[in-house]
């Protein structure tokens, strides 16, 4: 008897249940159940009466021979589950036909060639959407959905996905790094829905050209200030209006107040406050660094100098060996020190100049008649000092009765005060916003980069760029600062697309949110992730909830 055509005696309540718990055993006749080996075997025949042939479409009902078919099915009550299902053949009675016989289906239960039942395959390509590979392969295995590395990245590549005729009318671009420094890729979103409709395998114009005017439709194109996809947007889609990400302009105007710190760090303000200016991050490469003075370093000195000259190397793009080669170390010593994040790791001792800034009012609390160490480690703390009591106890030690010789006040560094001066005025803590005062009045280079860092915030924020960026760029110009004019000499050339993203309400954020998200999909599949297999992981991904 056919499930379909259970009746609700209590005899049939076991069909009944089967046709409730598994509805894709519809088309067939449940001949027993039995357990085997710790699985469960279906035993079940085909209830099919008539088929149409797939050669010739003629619908036959003359039966040539049975065979047996074995599939995964889903488990129950923890344990695999087997369906062998005896399935027919058919002849076909059209005497012209090619095909002499042929395999009726069970429909939704039986495919040409497959193994597992579509509800099987359809958790197996849902695990393997969302994992891949060898992490897919073991949830597989725990669930019940037993299938290997390579079967779970076929299953990906075999996932339909609807390619798109048409380009959405806000279109968000942006690069990603297959390697980085190397190879990148190009990700297309929809900028209303946030979903990925595409990823290209360069970050070419001609590449974006060529898409855009396979997909027209385009009526806003998001993008970063990068000159290949303004010019592909502009030769693949003329009409469309591009707008420059809001965060890029700011990230690179920061690049630029940082310069100008710099700049002045080492002539107003080392000047006008007698000290010395902080070391600051070297950018790039740099040459070897000079080493003639290591006698005369403490065993913490030397520690963080070795830090700071390997992670320089390192950061230059040159190998550990030839690290080694250039600070005549070993290199297992510069390994070590590249592991390091910080010279403390190394030496706790190395990480005494954490009290650099407070030692300013150690001096003046101890000729104050300060001299307990805790005490003097508690008022410090109080104004945001992480560390320890035992540097405060070793840097006041060596005055023991007698007054602390007057230290003159630390230069911040260029880092620090860029990071005041793009930081929003009412976040600053009382501490900072102090310091950047007492900045601010000592150069008046910096106090006027103030005023147009803050009227550059004020502009974006409000997205007035087409009432008042003419303006902001004329002042830009007379500032007489050359970091921030060559910044307004590079928004003149992108200036309409600069224009548009300091008034209209899109940019490029989300788009940046989903380069994070492929960051995270390439490395599941680690050294197995070719582009093509990216990208249907990655619009998978995107369409699901």
Not at 59 to 76: I, T
Not at 162 to 185: I, M, N, Q, S, T
Not at 348 to 369: I, V, Y
Request: proline share 7%; hydrophobic share 45%; with cysteine.
């Amino acid at each position: 008897m056919s499930l379909s055509q259970c009746c609700s005696c209590l005899s049939c309540v076991p069909g009944l249940v089967a046709a409730a718990l598994l509805p894709h055993l519809t088309g067939t006749a449940v001949d027993g159940v039995r357990v085997e080996a710790g699985r469960v075997l279906l035993l079940v025949h085909s209830a099919v009466a008539q088929a149409a042939c797939p050669g010739c479409g003629e619908v036959s009902g003359r039966v040539h021979s049975r065979y047996a078919r074995r599939l995964r099915d889903v488990p129950a009550g923890g344990r695999p589950v087997v369906i062998v299902v005896r399935a027919c053949r058919f002849r076909c009675l059209n005497r012209a036909c090619p095909k002499a016989t042929f395999a009726a289906q069970v429909e939704g239960l039986t495919t040409r060639y497959a193994r597992r039942t579509p509800p099987l395959k359809a958790a197996a390509g849902a695990i393997a959407a969302a994992l891949c590979g060898r992490a897919g392969a073991r949830l597989g295995a725990v669930l019940g959905v037993p299938a290997s590395r390579d079967a779970m990245i076929r299953l990906v590549m075999a996932a339909p996905v609807a390619e798109l005729a048409a380009a959405p009318p806000v279109l968000g671009v942006d690069d990603f790094a297959l390697r980085k420094g190397h190879v990148y890729g190009t990700v297309l979103i929809d900028m209303k829905t946030g979903q990925v409709i595409d990823l290209l395998p360069d970050r070419e114009a001609a590449t974006l050209r060529s898409w855009l005017q396979g997909h027209p439709g385009a009526a806003v194109i998001c993008r970063d200030r990068g000159g290949a996809y303004a010019d592909g947007a502009r030769a693949g889609a003329p009409q469309a209006v591009q707008v420059a990400d809001r965060w890029h302009l700011w990230h690179n105007l920061g690049q630029k107040a940082r310069e100008a710190a710099a700049a002045h760090t080492r002539s107003c303000l080392a000047a006008s406050r007698g000290g010395q200016p902080e070391p600051a991050r070297q950018h790039g490469p740099a040459p070897a660094p000079d080493r003639p003075q290591a006698g005369r370093l403490t065993r913490a000195g030397r520690t963080r100098r070795r830090h700071a000259e390997v992670r320089q190397l390192l950061a230059a793009g040159l190998s550990l060996t030839a690290t080694a080669h250039i600070l005549r170390l070993t290199r297992p010593t510069v390994a070590r020190y590249a592991r390091a994040a910080t010279a403390g790791d190394l030496d706790p001792a190395a990480a005494e100049p954490a009290l650099d800034p407070w030692k300013p009012h150690l001096t003046s609390s101890w000729n104050q008649g300060t001299r307990d160490p805790d005490a003097l480690c508690a008022q410090i703390r109080a104004l945001g000092y992480p560390g320890p009591a035992a540097p405060v106890a070793a840097f006041t030690s060596c005055f023991r009765d007698v007054l602390a010789p007057a230290t003159a006040p630390a230069i911040p560094a260029a880092a620090t005060i860029a990071r005041w001066l793009m930081t929003r005025p009412a976040t600053l803590s009382s501490h900072d916003a102090a310091a950047l005062a007492a900045v601010t009045a000592a150069c008046p280079h910096l106090a006027a980069l103030r005023g147009h860092i803050t009227a550059f915030a004020e502009m974006m924020t409000s997205r007035t760029g087409t009432a008042t960026l003419g303006t902001w760029l004329a002042a830009a110009d007379a500032s007489g600062l050359p970091p921030l004019q060559s910044f307004a000499a590079g928004l003149r050339k992108d200036h309409t697309a600069v224009r548009n993203g300091l008034t209209l309400t899109w940019s490029n954020g989300k788009t940046e949110g989903t380069v994070n998200k492929i960051k995270m999909l390439k490395r599941q599949t680690y050294g197995r992730a070719s582009f093509q297999l990216l990208r249907k992981r990655v619009l998978l991904a995107s369409k699901q909830p």
